[in-house]
């Protein structure tokens, strides 16, 4: 599902309008009914049912008043609200708070503060017997910190929200979150449903936008099809479509060396569980065989634990880590595999960081770096960057920020830009870790995972996702689409996992063990995610 931003949708607008010749005035009475119709279908009948609608001095003000005119056409008791005079509204905003007038919606106008407002009492008695709060007041038109009346209505909303037995319905973006990338701006509404217009906004789909917006759903307004085909559109949420079809096909007398051969790099002494989880995941993406080089320490602890899995003991220093002299070994072990997995559990001791740079520098199969491994290359970035290999990193906000030089703050406001600039810069995929994981490529290209819970924010978990990814990669995908395939797989074995369990109580073994139904339901058909 393509993703745009504010600035991306505004232009398809205006091309719309002016190339197409669709007047604004369609396009909004067009919004408006995409927000009725939902409206309609929660209330299921209009009887006995009452809106109260809050509408801005733009044009998302203006979609709230064809909301209003159409609830009370509909027979629902409705009312709007007006943050400002009706004097300042113009063009088609103007012209739909005077359709509602003339259809006799009552409308009132507030300026200054709500609690000086002498009806304020009255609005809040009406608001908590409403069954729908409509947001019209911002959408996409926020310009930084919400102050003033309009934080007075969004925080209005919210209390009442909270207190009766009212859902809020949020026209384009709810109001105070930023369209592009998902952060607040002081306030936001909270909405049980977001009803967006022609395509989903980015902001929508990241945290903590998307907790806002709630049930998302997108209204065709009429854009044309050869303006979204001819829109430079760089994102998209992952689909279990896009899924189904990137996964390899498998032809019945295939073997096993049809399916790639996964070197896994990893563990030290205390951590042979990252190791052993990323190798067995490796695996239960499908890959035909899969080599696990670890200190020579851990190898008879590995193969008592991994029946499947082919360990190669390798050097190891005093401290029980791999030691720079493993590099041989593991480059003869990595001509006859098909991609490597780097970083799980390695440790940050020095001799073994340096073999990671050293490896990183020589290799030139495909291969995913994380967790140690990215904390080698932080203290190096120039050995990736000059890397002949086809590179995926999945580092986590805080690994992101050493990676980069900032804070994790920094990477966080925003997510989306903070992918795109670490792949560029680092010139492979970039996949960082998080609620709603984002996967960027060095040309720009990005894509958001809306599968997962809190419950795999647990030890290991990021181990599993790395060997997933590793054995896409054996399997011949791009790195572009085995990060992908990785993630929404990886997320979707995580909720499998907790819908089976509590997202208290899961595990990494959980979400590796569920892999396997994860594939299936991806192979079976059927769609997944959070818009509609």
Same mark, same amino acid.
Not at 73 to 91: I, P, S
Not at 340 to 347: E, R, T
Not at 371 to 386: I, Q
Not at 492 to 507: F, I, M, P, Q, S
């Given at each position: 599902?393509?993703?745009?931003?504010?600035?991306?949708?505004?232009?398809?607008?205006?091309r719309?309008?002016?190339e197409?010749g669709?007047?604004g005035?369609?396009?909004m009475e067009n919004a408006?009914?995409?927000?009725?119709?939902l409206? +309609?279908? /929660? =209330?299921? $009948?209009?009887?006995?049912?009452? *809106?109260l &609608?809050?509408? @801005? %001095?733009?044009n998302?003000g203006g979609d709230?008043?064809v909301v +209003?005119r /159409? =609830?009370? $056409?509909w027979g629902?008791?409705t *009312?709007? &609200?007006?943050? @400002? %005079?009706?004097?300042?509204?113009k063009?088609?905003?103007?012209?739909?708070?005077?359709?509602?007038?003339?259809?006799?919606?009552?409308?009132?106008?507030i300026? @200054?503060?709500?609690?000086?407002?002498?009806?304020?009492?009255a609005?809040?008695?009406?608001?908590?017997?409403?069954d729908?709060?409509?947001?019209?007041?911002?959408?996409?038109?926020?310009?930084?910190?919400?102050?003033?009346?309009?934080r007075?209505l969004?925080?209005?909303?919210n209390?009442?929200?909270?207190?009766a037995?009212t859902q809020v319905?949020?026209?384009?973006v709810?109001?105070g979150?930023d369209a592009?990338t998902?952060?607040t701006?002081?306030?936001a509404a909270?909405?049980?449903?977001t009803?967006?217009?022609?395509l989903?906004?980015?902001?929508?789909?990241?945290?903590?936008?998307?907790?806002?917006?709630?049930a998302?759903?997108?209204?065709?307004i009429g854009?044309p099809?050869?303006?979204?085909?001819?829109?430079e559109?760089?994102?998209?949420l992952?689909?279990?479509?896009q899924?189904?079809?990137?996964l390899?096909?498998r032809?019945?007398?295939?073997?096993?060396?049809?399916?790639g051969?996964?070197l896994v790099?990893a563990?030290s002494r205390?951590m042979?569980?990252?190791a052993?989880?990323?190798a067995?995941a490796?695996l239960?993406?499908g890959?035909?065989l899969v080599y696990?080089g670890?200190?020579?320490?851990?190898n008879?602890?590995?193969?008592?634990?991994l029946?499947?899995?082919i360990?190669?003991?390798?050097p190891?220093?005093d401290?029980?880590?791999l030691?720079?002299?493993?590099?041989?070994?593991v480059?003869?072990?990595l001509?006859?595999?098909d991609?490597?997995a780097l970083g799980?559990?390695l440790?940050?001791?020095?001799a073994?960081?340096?073999l990671?740079?050293?490896?990183?520098?020589?290799?030139?199969k495909?291969?995913?770096?994380?967790?140690?491994?990215?904390?080698?290359?932080?203290e190096e970035?120039?050995c990736l960057v000059?890397?002949a290999a086809?590179?995926?990193i999945t580092?986590?906000?805080g690994?992101?920020?050493?990676l980069m030089?900032?804070?994790?703050?920094?990477v966080?406001?925003?997510?989306?830009e903070?992918?795109?600039t670490?792949?560029k810069r680092?010139?492979?995929?970039?996949l960082l870790?998080?609620?709603r994981?984002?996967?960027?490529?060095p040309?720009?290209?990005v894509?958001i995972?809306p599968?997962g819970?809190p419950?795999?924010?647990?030890?290991?978990t990021g181990?599993?996702?790395?060997?997933?990814?590793?054995?896409?990669?054996?399997?011949g995908?791009s790195?572009?689409?085995?990060?992908?395939?990785?993630?929404?797989?990886?997320g979707l074995?995580?909720?499998?996992?907790?819908?089976g369990l509590?997202?208290v109580a899961?595990?990494a073994?959980?979400?590796?063990d569920?892999?396997?139904l994860a594939?299936h339901?991806a192979?079976a058909?059927?769609?997944?995610?959070?818009?509609?």
């Amino acid at each position: 599902m393509k993703l745009v931003t504010a600035e991306q949708m505004r232009e398809m607008d205006r091309r719309t309008i002016e190339e197409f010749g669709v007047p604004g005035a369609t396009l909004m009475e067009n919004a408006g009914t995409g927000v009725f119709r939902l409206i +309609a279908e /929660l =209330l299921g $009948e209009a009887q006995g049912k009452r *809106a109260l &609608v809050f509408c @801005g %001095k733009g044009n998302n003000g203006g979609d709230g008043f064809v909301v +209003a005119r /159409l =609830l009370h $056409e509909w027979g629902a008791d409705t *009312a709007a &609200v007006l943050a @400002g %005079k009706a004097a300042d509204l113009k063009g088609d905003a103007r012209a739909n708070f005077d359709a509602a007038t003339k259809a006799q919606v009552p409308i009132h106008e507030i300026t @200054g503060s709500l609690v000086k407002w002498p009806q304020a009492e009255a609005l809040a008695v009406a608001a908590r017997e409403s069954d729908v709060l409509v947001d019209a007041l911002l959408g996409t038109g926020l310009s930084g910190e919400v102050t003033g009346l309009t934080r007075d209505l969004i925080e209005f909303i919210n209390t009442t929200r909270a207190h009766a037995q009212t859902q809020v319905v949020a026209v384009d973006v709810p109001s105070g979150v930023d369209a592009d990338t998902g952060r607040t701006w002081g306030v936001a509404a909270k909405a049980d449903h977001t009803v967006t217009m022609g395509l989903a906004k980015v902001g929508l789909v990241l945290y903590p936008g998307a907790e806002y917006a709630g049930a998302l759903h997108v209204a065709d307004i009429g854009t044309p099809e050869e303006i979204i085909e001819q829109a430079e559109i760089a994102a998209e949420l992952i689909e279990r479509a896009q899924v189904r079809a990137l996964l390899p096909p498998r032809r019945r007398d295939a073997h096993k060396g049809d399916f790639g051969r996964v070197l896994v790099i990893a563990g030290s002494r205390g951590m042979a569980g990252a190791a052993a989880l990323c190798a067995r995941a490796a695996l239960r993406a499908g890959a035909g065989l899969v080599y696990l080089g670890a200190p020579e320490s851990l190898n008879d602890i590995l193969q008592t634990k991994l029946d499947e899995v082919i360990t190669r003991p390798l050097p190891q220093t005093d401290a029980g880590t791999l030691s720079a002299d493993a590099l041989p070994l593991v480059e003869k072990y990595l001509r006859d595999c098909d991609a490597l997995a780097l970083g799980p559990g390695l440790s940050r001791n020095p001799a073994t960081a340096e073999l990671v740079r050293r490896l990183v520098r020589a290799c030139t199969k495909p291969m995913v770096l994380d967790a140690d491994g990215l904390n080698a290359v932080s203290e190096e970035p120039e050995c990736l960057v000059r890397s002949a290999a086809p590179a995926v990193i999945t580092p986590h906000p805080g690994e992101m920020a050493r990676l980069m030089g900032t804070d994790i703050p920094a990477v966080q406001v925003d997510r989306l830009e903070a992918a795109r600039t670490a792949a560029k810069r680092l010139g492979c995929v970039a996949l960082l870790k998080g609620a709603r994981t984002v996967i960027a490529t060095p040309e720009g290209q990005v894509r958001i995972c809306p599968t997962g819970n809190p419950g795999m924010a647990s030890g290991g978990t990021g181990d599993v996702l790395t060997g997933m990814i590793a054995g896409f990669l054996g399997q011949g995908m791009s790195p572009f689409d085995a990060a992908a395939a990785g993630a929404f797989l990886h997320g979707l074995a995580g909720d499998l996992a907790a819908a089976g369990l509590t997202e208290v109580a899961l595990v990494a073994g959980d979400v590796l063990d569920a892999i396997p139904l994860a594939l299936h339901q991806a192979l079976a058909g059927g769609e997944t995610g959070p818009v509609e």
